[in-house]
């Protein structure tokens, strides 16, 4: 596996890459891997013959008072398990080669971005789709892996490839969970033992909708109220909310398109969740 580090090396192996009639997939990543992240490698082996892993802690998707100086990180156990997984390239650009002092631009989704994770964290999903629309143009893949963990930037990516015409598949990966239904995520390494129990709650409250809803229960303040009472004793809400799967919007009555999506603090680490309620599995 080579590590490229400056983005005009990367531009430089993709353009070789593409003469050569190679097929790219890409798997951008914050690093810190887990199984949710290994699963999207494999999922991406799958779709080409060359696949490329991006690391990089993206500074500009990040908050002020957000966890961006202390988000865990451990490049060399990273660049084992990419390697592990068949990657042929790892790319961790610094982030001053990704950003220099000058540079000014940013691609911003809008609408998608207003509810949901875009309300709470502002800024956060134009930070997600500059850095994402970097990637493309360095990485040139012909198909590019996220996971639904994280939905609504999986369908802000969507529409940012429609809109200006990026000539790459999205592909979207369903939430890997561990053992006890917790999704899986670089942050549970903040949890304490105590705060790892009580973030079971997530999937709690989801289990406990799509239960309900399977029992016929299709009024979404209902679901919501639900969630709310799995979740409250455990941990500080952030957000509940019923929306539709393609336009996020929120939905009063359950459908075959409802998802329940859920961001709450757990001690101080802030996890989300999501789940559709009818139908199927995660989304
Ligand atoms: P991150 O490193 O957290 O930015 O995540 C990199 C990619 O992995 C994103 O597309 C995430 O949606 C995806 N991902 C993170 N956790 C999971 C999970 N538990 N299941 C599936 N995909 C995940």
Not at 265 to 277: A, E, K, Q, S
């Amino acid at each position: 596996m080579k590590i490229l580090s400056l983005p005009a090396e990367m531009a430089a192996w993709s353009q070789a890459a593409v003469a050569a009639g190679r097929r790219i997939v890409l798997v951008p990543t914050m690093g810190y891997f887990h199984e949710g992240h290994l699963s999207l490698m494999d999922r991406g082996r799958a779709q080409g013959d060359a696949l490329v892993v991006s690391l990089f802690v993206n500074p500009i998707q990040f908050g002020p008072g957000e966890d961006l100086g202390r988000y865990p990180r451990d490049f060399q156990r990273d660049s084992e398990l990419a390697a592990g997984r068949g990657a042929e390239v790892l790319f961790a650009p610094g982030a001053g080669d990704m950003y220099p002092a000058d540079s000014a631009s940013r691609v911003v989704v809008s609408g998608l971005d207003q509810g949901l994770c875009g309300a709470k964290r502002p800024g956060h999903f134009a930070g997600v789709t500059t850095v994402v629309a970097k990637l493309f143009h360095l990485v040139r893949p012909h198909v590019a892996v996220f996971g639904e963990k994280d939905f609504q930037q999986l369908a802000i990516i969507r529409r940012m490839v429609a809109d200006l015409d990026f000539q790459v598949e999205v592909i979207g990966h369903p939430i890997v969970r561990e053992a006890d239904g917790l999704a899986m995520s670089s942050r549970n390494v903040y949890l304490s033992a105590d705060e790892r129990r009580r973030a079971l709650c997530l999937h709690q409250a989801l289990t406990a909708a799509r239960q309900a809803c399977a029992g016929g229960l299709r009024d979404g303040a209902a679901v919501a109220r639900l969630a709310e009472e799995c979740i409250r004793p455990h941990a500080r809400i952030d957000y509940i909310e019923i929306a539709d799967r393609r336009l996020l919007r929120p939905q009063e009555r359950i459908d075959a398109d409802s998802m329940l999506f859920l961001a709450a603090f757990v001690g101080t680490t802030r996890l989300i969740d999501n789940c559709r309620l009818l139908a199927g599995g995660d989304a």
